[in-house]
């Protein structure tokens, strides 16, 4: 089964029009029409939808910290460096493009790896 992603407002829209010129699926909170959703409701989004979120902000870290302690399950959340992933989107898109095609989403849960790999 393939990773899809979530991507939060943070991603550079590079990326994600990279990773479905490859055949990734992406949806970005804005097109889900969530892009003024507190973070824990975009977390919450992703889990409904079955993506794993990809962001660049530090404050879903803090969310994911959270539920990890309280032992509440979340979808797993991919955590980049904003400016690295804007100045060098291609070396983001190729992780992603990799999780998605040789992962599982089960892989991701209640975890927050860093990009890049």
Same mark, same amino acid.
């Given at each position: 089964m393939s990773v899809a992603f979530y991507t939060d407002h943070h991603v550079p829209g590079a990326v994600v029009r990279g990773l479905r010129r490859r055949g990734v699926d992406a949806l970005t909170v804005q097109e889900d029409g969530h892009d003024s959703a507190p973070d824990p409701d975009v977390l919450d989004r992703a889990g409904a939808l079955g993506r794993v979120l990809v962001t660049c902000d530090k404050d879903f870290l803090a969310e994911a910290t959270a539920r990890q302690a309280a032992g509440r399950w979340f979808v797993g959340v991919l955590k &980049? /460096?904003?400016?690295?992933?804007?100045?060098?989107?291609?070396?983001?898109?190729?992780?992603?493009?990799?999780? &998605? /095609?040789l992962d599982d989403p089960a892989d991701y849960e209640n975890r927050v790896p860093h990009l890049p790999l």
């Open positions: &980049a /460096v904003q400016n690295d992933m804007s100045h060098r989107p291609g070396r983001y898109i190729d992780d992603l493009e990799l999780i &998605a /095609v």
